[in-house]
């Protein structure tokens, strides 16, 4: 015997707590992250869900603090994302599909690959200088809901291709073959087997990006969004509020009310939040195909 | 005939008026290999292939592992390109045209030869959206003419009675053998000329396999085949004529019959036998 009984006695109870102790250690950790998470979201609920009231939606940004309310904000960031989402999408799963699906396997390839990826590591401020001196200066847009799209589109384009990449890449080597091997061009292959099967993947990435994008304050303070506007745009070259620089600026008002709005304010973002993200679930749901 | 066939038969009469000169073997030969080299980058995968392939018949393509089966099937579709670095020289001729010409469509030549993998790899769709694949980028999109394809095809797989009731179930829930035939009737429906089979068995259990075989002998009839295999009782089973690929060459092909009962080649006779090594 090879294999001493004694030796493996003796040490299997030294192995079975040192398992027992990693187990407790992780749980430790997510166990803060979750106290804190629910410390925060409940301070920010009772704080803010009684000023949640029809006025609150109704009211434009005001100096007095019952006054002031967050519809120019909503609509604004409904404007916002409304540009920004498709932008973004066209842009970065265009990318994704010309450098998975057609681009030579190359070194320039892989080095423009690699500096998207580094792309995503930018502070969101440098996106904003960006778009500051090409969109809103150079091509004249000013601080329109237009500027701050493709600024935003920019900012979560490295983002939204390294997770399609990604889940593209999922797809199995033997389906694409199957269909090049019926005699299905490139793009019908791409359409109809590759991109229904990436979708889930794709979308989720989407989401993502969009989601850090909707709470994205830096950048548009460097843009110049106003803080205070009594109009909602009525077209994309309309200036405009955004939800994060309204609580941004409530949060930095004396007055104690005005905290309260700041909560307020933030629940509205998270439910905003949550709504994409449960569409995200859904369209995820209604794609997922298995291999 | 669904879809038009008559077009390349046309082609090919044109082309046999040409043939002046007195062929050597039948007139029928759908592919013929030319002192065909391929090289993966430095690794010379193919040296100097001389093989013509007849219609309605099977010919199968033995040989020990690595030694180039499927890099040969896979030039006759050119899906051998998909690897890169790939470099060929000499002719690999489909109905008396090169296929290795600049001028040659893919696609065409893809829905011409159709191919049939070792691993069942159905698309993650349903089974009618399977096999109305095909035709379907082809730009066929009559419901009716679909429908007529998907079961004209499902049957010549020998697969209709397994799943008429259930074509819209997807096509992952089937077992392996199944979803082999469904590859197969997917093959099958764009009316391909000729189809390659890359060991289309070894995934499968005695009795798929054993239904797959006879599937075979029944398409004969109608299409050419060409299949990979590694069970030598398999090929000596279903095929017509038979080519030992050894280390990249060609070292027999005969009659299959020749093959595994009189090899001319001791290497041959070492492998038929199994005392390879
Ligand atoms: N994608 C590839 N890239 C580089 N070399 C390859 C590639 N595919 C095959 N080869 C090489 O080409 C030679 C022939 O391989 P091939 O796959 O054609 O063999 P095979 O006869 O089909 O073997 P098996 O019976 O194991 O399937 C081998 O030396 C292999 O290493
Ligand atoms: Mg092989």
Avoid at chain 2, 138 to 160: C, F, M, N, P, Y
Avoid at chain 2, 233 to 254: C, L, P
Wanted: proline share 5%.
């Amino acid at each position: 015997m090879l294999m001493d009984a004694e030796v493996i006695d003796k040490k299997r109870n030294p192995r079975i707590m040192k398992n027992n102790l990693m187990k407790m250690l992780f749980l430790f950790s997510t166990l803060i992250g979750l106290v804190i998470l629910i410390v925060l979201l409940s301070t920010t609920l009772l704080d803010g869900w009684r000023y949640l009231t029809l006025d609150f939606f109704t009211n434009f940004s005001s100096s007095r603090p019952s006054r002031a309310g967050v519809k120019g904000a909503i609509i604004g960031t409904l404007w916002l994302m409304a540009f920004t989402t498709p932008i973004a999408i066209f842009l970065s799963v265009g990318t994704a599909l010309y450098l998975e699906e057609y681009a030579p396997k190359n070194k320039f390839t892989k080095f423009v690959e690699t500096n998207i990826a580094n792309l995503a590591g930018v502070p969101s401020v440098v996106f904003g200088l960006l778009g500051l001196t090409i969109f809103v200066r150079q091509f004249g847009l000013g601080n329109s809901v237009l500027a701050a799209s493709l600024t935003l589109a920019l900012m979560i384009m490295p983002v939204i291709v390294v997770a399609s990449q990604e889940a593209l890449r999922t797809v199995p080597v033997a389906v694409r073959e199957a269909s090049i091997g019926m005699g299905a061009s490139k793009w019908q292959t791409v359409y109809r087997i590759i991109l229904p099967a990436a979708i889930p993947g794709i979308i989720t990435g989407i989401i993502l990006a969009i989601s850090r994008a909707i709470g994205e304050t830096a950048p548009l303070v460097v843009i110049g969004i106003p803080v205070a506007l009594l109009a909602t745009p009525s077209s994309p070259l309309d200036s405009f509020q955004a939800l994060p620089m309204q609580i941004y600026n409530w949060v930095k008002m004396p007055q104690a009310e005005f905290q309260n709005l700041t909560a307020a304010g933030i629940i509205v973002l998270l439910a905003l939040l949550m709504m994409m993200n449960l569409v995200a679930i859904v369209i995820r749901n209604k794609y997922s195909k298995r291999y | 005939m669904i879809m038009t066939k008559e077009k390349t038969s046309a082609i090919h009469l044109a082309n046999k008026d040409l043939e002046s000169s007195p062929t050597v073997t039948q007139n029928n030969e759908i592919f013929i290999a030319k002192n065909f080299n391929l090289w993966y980058g430095e690794n010379h995968a193919l040296k100097d292939i001389n093989l013509s392939f007849h219609e309605n018949e099977i010919s199968a393509i033995i040989g020990p592992s690595g030694c180039g089966k499927s890099t040969f099937i896979k030039s006759l579709n050119r899906m051998v390109e998909m690897v890169p670095g790939v470099l060929t020289e000499g002719e690999i001729l489909y109905r008396d045209k090169n296929i290795l010409d600049k001028d040659m469509s893919v696609e065409e030549l893809r829905t011409k030869v159709g191919m049939v993998f070792q691993k069942p790899n159905p698309f993650p769709k349903s089974i009618y959206d399977n096999v109305s694949y095909g035709p379907r980028i082809h730009g066929i999109k009559d419901k009716k003419t679909l429908d007529l394809i998907v079961e004209k095809s499902l049957r010549q797989a020998a697969i209709w009675d397994e799943v008429k009731d259930r074509l819209n179930d997807n096509a992952y829930g089937l077992s392996g053998g199944q979803q082999q035939r469904i590859c197969i009737a997917r093959t099958l429906a764009v009316e391909p000329d000729i189809v390659l089979m890359d060991e289309p068995t070894s995934a499968l259990d005695p009795i798929s396999t054993i239904k797959i075989e006879d599937l075979m002998q029944e398409l004969k009839k109608e299409y050419s085949i060409i299949i990979v295999t590694h069970n030598m009782q398999q090929a000596a089973r279903v095929s017509d004529k038979t080519a030992f690929f050894y280390q990249g060459n060609v070292i027999e092909f005969n009659d299959t019959n020749i093959i595994f009962e009189n090899p001319h080649d001791k290497r041959t006779e070492d492998y038929v036998t199994g005392r390879f090594g």
